[in-house]
């Protein structure tokens, strides 16, 4: 029988999803619409949060923070709270744009303290994993296309400020390139696609190994990595979306998250041999 607190805990990490989701949208389309919407799920994940917590504190007699699931919960329920406080008081909204994908997060962390049945089908495991494979596929060409037009950013801007219009520079001249605004264009399309898949594929395959082997990947190294570069990848967008990160600061962000997700390819390499196959 499933534990009451548990079932709580995992309807609130649902109901943090539509911030999480908002989050995203507002990242990449810079569009408020449903904010409304978001903030009251957000508020019953919140109360449902607590409820959980309380359940479960009432049921092993102390304060649920045993282990690291628990004390991973409660920090994403306190966080939930602190965000609330801090809305209500100030009208900080902007701040869930950081902290509904944080709580969520963190949520879902405490989600997995608690085992769930292995894969009931072969063929949905394999499904599974070559979804999560593509999504981080397309995510890291989005990258390489946003990084490529970061560096036709940067020179046709450093031409630009040379005023050397049509004359070569390394074999480019400014008449060949995209204007600065075509680029900069097709680097925030890049990013945000890029952004969204990256995203659904650390999600997805953060599923597919809880399901696969419990808790025991997220100590990992290669699992920490891809976790510093998707925060990476946040603090990129919000500093678009909020700071007027655009142009050459924008350009010279994208280049260094190349850098981290190349790193990240690499300590991948050999991955399946991370993660057995399932009995047959």
Avoid at 95 to 120: D, H, K
Avoid at 191 to 211: E, K, N, P, Q, Y
Avoid at 236 to 260: C, D, E, P
């Amino acid at each position: 029988m499933l534990d009451t607190s548990v079932f709580w805990l995992r309807v609130a990490a649902l109901l943090y999803v539509v911030g999480f989701a908002f989050s995203l949208v507002n990242l990449i389309r810079r569009q408020t619409a449903g904010f409304a919407f978001a903030l009251g799920a957000f508020v019953v994940g919140v109360i449902l949060h607590c409820v959980s917590l309380v359940d479960r504190a009432f049921a092993v007699s102390h304060f649920p923070a045993d282990n690291f699931f628990e004390t991973i919960s409660v920090c994403g329920f306190l966080l939930g709270v602190l965000f609330l406080f801090a809305y209500f008081r100030y009208q900080f909204a902007s701040l869930s744009l950081i902290l509904f994908p944080l709580v969520f997060g963190l949520t879902l962390v405490g989600v997995m303290g608690t085992p769930v049945e292995g894969w009931g089908n072969v063929r949905v495991r394999g499904a599974w994993l070559a979804i999560h494979v593509m999504l981080i596929m397309a995510g890291y060409a989005s990258i390489l296309i946003a990084a490529a037009a970061s560096v036709f950013y940067l020179v046709q801007e450093k031409m630009l400020k040379e005023k050397r219009v049509g004359q070569g520079w390394h074999g480019l001249s400014s008449a060949t390139l995209p204007a600065l605004m075509t680029l900069d264009t097709l680097l925030t399309r890049a990013m945000g696609l890029g952004f969204i898949c990256i995203t659904l594929g650390v999600l997805t395959g953060s599923a597919w190994a809880f399901i696969e082997t419990g808790t025991s990947w997220i100590t990992d190294p290669k699992i920490v990595i891809s976790l510093i570069t998707w925060a990476v990848y946040l603090a990129l967008m919000y500093l678009r979306a909020n700071a007027g990160w655009r142009g050459r600061k924008a350009a010279l962000m994208t280049i260094s998250l190349l850098v981290f997700s190349a790193l990240t390819w690499v300590a991948h390499v050999g991955l399946k041999t991370t993660f057995p196959p399932a009995a047959r």
